[in-house]
C-alpha cells in the first residue's frame, strides 16, 4: 500500500518527536533524528508510552476524529446542511454533502483513509516491542491494553467508513486491509467478516489487560474497561448482533447506570461528563483553531460556521417540552437560529475548538440496548421501552407526554429519531441510515440555494456513495482492489 508501506519509518518519526518532548535532555547527545536506531525508540515503557500518547493525538486530528469523520457523519445525513453558497462555504469540504463522490473525487476520503493507518502504524509499534520493553509489568500491560483498544476502534471507523454495511451482504463485503504489526505490507482486503472479528478481538483482548475503571474526573481521556464494553456494544449493534450488543449494554449499566445520565437541567457539554465513557482530549497543544470540530458549527470567536441544522432538525428538536438539545440553537451564518452548538471551546467561545470531542456515552448505550431489544434480544419491545424511556425522561420537562409507547417497526423509528436528536454531532448521522438500510430522504426545502443537485437529495442505503471509495492514489500505487460500484 502506498501509506503502509511507509508506515513504520513515519511512526518511527513520530515517536521520535513525543520522547524528545519528554526528554529533550538525553537525545542532545544522540545521533540525528533519521539515523537513530529503530531500539532506542521502542526499548523502554517509558518511550512507548509516549508513543501511545502521540497515538492518541492523531486520532484527535482534523483528518480524523477532530473534524472529518463527526462532519461527514453530519452533512451526508438529513439534519444538517451546508450554509447558501451566497456565505462562501468552503467549496473542497462539500462534495461529500453534494454526494458527488469518485475514486478520483473522494472529498476527505484519502485524508481520512492516511490518518487512520497513521495511527494503527504506531499502535503497531507499540504492540510488537510493548512485551520486550524495559520497565514495570504493569506499566507495560496497561499500555498494551490502550493499543489494542485504539486499533480495535480505529480499523471499525474505517470498515464503517470505506465498506459496505453489514445488512447488506453480512460480511461477504469487501473489508479492511488488516496491518497487524509494524513490519509487514498488506494489500489485500480482507471480507467484511474477518474484518470484524479481528476489531472484536483486539477489543476483547484490551478488556483483558484493563484495570477496573476508577471514573475519577478525567480518567476517560483514555480507553478503560467501560468504554471497550461500550464500543463493543456499538459494534455489535453495526453487526446487527442484537444479543452480544445487549449484553456488552448490560456490563456498561452495572457500574455506570440511569442516575448517571445528564438530565433537562444539566445537559451542558463540558469535558468529563457525568455520561462519559470515552473522549478524546483536546487542549491548547492539539487544538486547531477555526479548523476543528466545534469551530465548523459556530461563526462566533473565528469559527467557521459553514454546517447548520436543517428546519427538519429543528422541528425534530422541538417535539418534546422543555428538551435541554433544542437549547443548543442559536444564531448562524444566516441570521436564523439553526446553529446547533454542541461543543463550546472551554476558554469562553467555540471558534477555537478548545473542548474534548467525545467517542462515546452513557446515553447511547441506552439507545443501543433499546435498538437491540427492539431487535429481538432479551426482553424484546417491553423492554426497549424501558431503555428508551429511560432517557426521554431525563430530556424532557412533560415526560406524560413524551413518553414511547410504540411497538414493533414503530418503535425502531422512534429509537432511530431519539439517535438523532442526542447523538447528533457525535459521528453518527448518516451512518445510522447506512447500517439499518434505510434510505436517506432530504427535504429540498431544506436544502434551497446550497449548491447540492437536487437529484442527489434522495439517496438509496445502498448506494456506493453512501460510503468513501479507496483513494485513487492508494490504487494506482498499490493495486489495491477499489470497493464495488466505484
Known amino acids: 500500500m502506498k501509506y503502509l508501506k511507509c508506515i513504520k519509518n513515519v511512526a518511527l518519526v513520530v515517536a521520535l518527536v513525543a520522547i524528545q518532548a519528554c526528554n529533550s535532555d538525553e537525545f542532545l547527545t544522540q545521533t540525528p533524528d533519521h539515523v537513530i536506531s529503530e531500539s532506542l525508540v521502542v526499548n523502554s515503557v517509558e518511550k512507548l508510552e509516549s508513543l501511545l500518547t502521540g497515538s492518541y493525538n492523531e486520532i484527535s486530528n482534523g483528518s480524523y476524529l477532530g473534524r472529518v469523520l463527526y462532519k461527514r457523519a453530519a452533512v451526508k445525513g438529513t439534519d444538517f446542511r451546508f450554509v447558501q453558497t451566497i456565505y462562501n462555504p468552503r467549496d473542497y469540504e462539500q462534495t461529500e454533502y453534494r454526494y458527488e463522490e469518485s475514486s478520483n473525487n473522494n472529498g476527505s476520503a484519502e485524508d481520512l483513509w492516511l490518518q487512520c493507518f497513521k495511527a494503527i502504524g504506531n499502535l503497531n509499534l507499540i504492540l510488537d516491542n510493548i512485551d520486550s520493553a524495559e520497565g514495570e509489568t504493569s506499566d507495560k500491560q496497561q ?22 454495511p453489514w445488512i447488506i451482504n453480512q460480511g461477504n463485503s469487501q473489508g479492511m486491509p488488516l496491518k497487524l504489526n509494524a513490519t509487514e505490507v498488506v494489500i489485500e482486503r480482507s471480507n467484511l467478516e474477518d474484518t470484524y472479528v479481528q476489531i472484536i478481538a483486539d477489543l476483547n483482548a484490551s478488556l483483558l489487560l484493563l484495570t477496573e475503571d476508577t471514573f475519577e474526573e478525567g480518567s476517560t481521556k483514555v480507553i478503560t474497561k467501560t468504554g471497550i464494553n461500550a464500543l463493543l456494544a456499538r459494534i455489535y449493534l453495526y453487526q446487527q448482533d442484537w444479543a452480544n ?14 442516575s448517571e445520565l445528564m438530565n433537562v437541567d444539566s445537559y451542558v457539554f463540558n469535558d468529563y461528563t457525568s455520561e462519559s465513557l470515552f473522549e478524546i482530549s ?125 411497538v414493533g417497526a414503530a418503535l425502531k423509528t422512534r429509537i432511530a429519531a431519539e439517535r438523532r436528536r442526542e447523538l ?20 429540498e426545502t431544506d436544502h434551497v440555494n446550497t449548491g447540492v443537485n437536487t437529484n442527489n437529495l434522495t439517496v438509496l442505503a445502498t448506494d456506493a456513495k453512501t460510503i468513501y471509495p479507496i483513494p485513487a492514489s492508494e490504487i494506482e500505487a498499490s493495486g489495491m482492489k477499489q470497493t464495488v460500484g466505484f
Open 143 to 164: 499500555i498494551k491494553a490502550e493499543a489494542l483498544g485504539l486499533r480495535g476502534m480505529v480499523y471499525f471507523d474505517l470498515a464503517r467508513t470505506f465498506s459496505y
Open 282 to 406: 483536546i487542549d491548547t497543544e492539539n487544538t486547531l483553531g477555526s479548523n476543528g470540530l466545534g469551530a465548523q458549527f459556530d461563526f462566533n470567536d473565528g469559527g467557521q460556521g459553514d454546517v447548520i441544522a436543517t428546519q427538519t432538525f429543528v422541528n425534530l428538536l422541538q417535539a418534546y417540552e422543555g428538551d435541554p438539545r433544542a437549547a443548543l440553537l442559536t444564531e448562524d451564518k444566516e441570521g436564523t437560529m439553526a446553529a446547533f452548538i454542541k461543543y463550546i471551546n472551554r476558554d469562553g467561545g467555540s471558534g477555537l475548538s478548545i473542548h474534548n470531542v467525545p467517542v462515546i456515552r452513557l446515553s447511547e448505550v441506552y439507545l443501543i440496548a433499546a435498538e437491540a431489544c427492539a431487535n429481538g434480544a432479551i426482553g424484546g419491545d417491553g423492554q426497549a421501552l424501558m431503555y428508551l424511556n429511560t432517557l426521554i425522561n431525563k430530556r424532557t420537562t412533560n415526560f406524560t407526554t413524551a413518553m414511547a409507547t410504540e
Open 424 to 443: 447528533a454531532l457525535e459521528g453518527h448521522g448518516v451512518y445510522d441510515y447506512i447500517r439499518t438500510g434505510v434510505d436517506i430522504i432530504r427535504p
Open 245 to 258: 450488543a445487549l449484553v456488552c449494554a448490560e456490563k456498561v449499566f452495572a457500574v455506570k447506570g440511569e
